[in-house]
């Protein structure tokens, strides 16, 4: 049913005004026509950059027990937060002092302490030193492994018997095999060997080199 | 003060004890409790912390600056602990091998320095069945509220590892609870 008011405009049944009921809002110009062209841009990019973005393999079924690990701890913290210990009172203040003290003394290079062990380890580094010295030395003085081997293989293939054997070469190769069944052929045969000499010079022979050569 | 300049200072011998002293009163707590939690008795971790920090003392001149300072402190830490309570073990004529931490069960029942009350207590006593290093885990992340990449970095294990260390840790610590109740 229309109405008339006393200024003579048309209402409505609520007594309102008809025009009122008139969208006063505007847009930009050509905005329906952008706003779609808009919206099917974005949701292209949306789809490009799901895409483009992946997961580690495994990381769904990871992201379930991590999950389930945060809600057990997160329950397990409800009902105990801290651990309980404690400490001295002034402890951290104490030891503070105790660990600078300790950085200070040791900077000054005083010995504060020195324990059983350590000395021992000092003993067992000086014998141990003196052992690779002597070793040194001695393998210096030496011919090589391989050389009095190479010597003695040498040897015996020439000569095919072990009492023509110089007795240098025998004893360098006593130095590197000293097996008891070895000593015992070839001290048979130095003993053999300095009969041998004594028996070839006479008294007189011995004299006339001891005269010359003195 | 930041790490690095901390770094710097020890560098220079005129400013280098002031550095260490720095050093000690940023990281000495994080030290003490860290230790403290995995070899229970507060006497064992005052001398370690001491020898720790002596070490850190000794090597900051090797230590690389790309690596991070506290994840350094950290390592030295964890290795000087895992020593003692394997040196412990040897005394006890327990084998390396025997992966229960129970042997310590003592040191928790003697410490004169432990308040906690019942749940926490159980809590402790429930951590006393996961092997050492599993526990170590389990007191890096519950506690120490480290991030995996920082304690891969200190125990030189795996992200992966580490965590189904701790997501195992923490289911047999819900059983003993439960079962204990």
């Known amino acids: 049913m229309k109405k008339i008011g ?3 405009n048309e209402k409505n049944e609520f007594g309102l005004n008809p025009n009122l009921k008139r ?7 050509d905005y329906f026509q952008t706003s779609k062209k ?11 950059a799901e895409s483009t973005f992946s997961t580690p393999s495994d990381y769904q079924s990871q992201l379930t027990q ?7 701890e997160e329950k397990l ?11 001295p009172e002034g402890f951290f203040n104490d030891l503070n002092k105790q660990i600078i003290a300790q950085t200070t003394k040791q900077s000054q290079v005083v010995p504060i302490k020195r324990s059983k062990n350590s000395w021992l380890s000092y003993g067992v580094a000086a014998c141990l030193a003196l052992a690779v010295s002597i070793f040194a030395i001695s393998y210096q003085t030496q011919p090589s492994e391989e050389t009095v081997e190479a010597d003695v293989t040498n040897l015996t293939s020439e000569f095919h018997s072990i009492d023509v054997l110089p007795t240098e070469t025998i004893i360098n190769y006593l130095a ?3 097996e008891s069944g070895d000593l015992l052929i070839l001290s048979d045969h130095l003993a053999e060997e300095s009969d041998i000499y004594s028996d070839s010079f006479s008294a007189d022979e011995i004299e006339l080199y001891l005269k010359n050569s003195i | 003060m930041d790490d690095a300049l901390i770094l710097e200072k020890f560098a220079d011998s005129r400013t280098r004890d002031e550095a260490f002293e720095i050093l000690l009163t940023k990281y000495q707590q994080k030290v003490y409790w860290h230790v403290r939690r995995f070899v229970l008795d507060h006497e064992d971790a005052n001398d370690l912390v001491q020898d720790i920090f002596i070490k850190v003392w000794k090597n900051l001149d090797t230590f690389r600056a790309d690596a991070q300072l506290y994840t350094w402190i950290y390592r030295i830490a964890t290795n000087e602990s895992i020593t003692f309570l ?6 006890l004529n327990i084998s390396l091998d025997d992966e229960n931490s129970s042997y310590l069960a003592e040191s928790l029942a003697d410490t004169p320095y432990f308040n906690g009350n019942q749940a926490q207590l159980k809590l402790q006593k429930a951590l006393l069945t996961l092997p050492d290093k599993q526990r170590l885990v389990f007191n890096m992340k519950y506690f120490d509220d480290l991030k995996y990449d920082e304690m891969s970095d200190i125990l030189g294990t795996s992200v992966g590892a580490l965590k189904a260390s701790y997501h195992i840790a923490v289911k047999k610590i819900e059983r003993f609870l439960l079962e204990a109740d």
Do not use: A, M
Not at chain 1, 23 to 29: E, G
Not at chain 1, 38 to 48: G, V
Not at chain 1, 66 to 72: A, E, P, Y
Not at chain 1, 77 to 87: A, I, N, P, Q, T
């Open chain 1, 77 to 87: 913290k409800s009902l105990v937060h801290e651990d309980g210990f404690s400490v």
């Open chain 1, 38 to 48: 808009d919206i099917l841009q974005n949701i292209k990019l949306l789809n490009t």
């Open chain 1, 6 to 8: 006393q200024n003579g």
């Open chain 1, 66 to 72: 991590d999950i389930l690990t945060r809600v057990s």
């Open chain 1, 23 to 29: 969208n006063p809002f505007s847009v930009p110009t």
């Open chain 2, 86 to 91: 394997n040196r412990r073990k040897q005394k």
């Open chain 1, 176 to 178: 590197f095999y000293p």
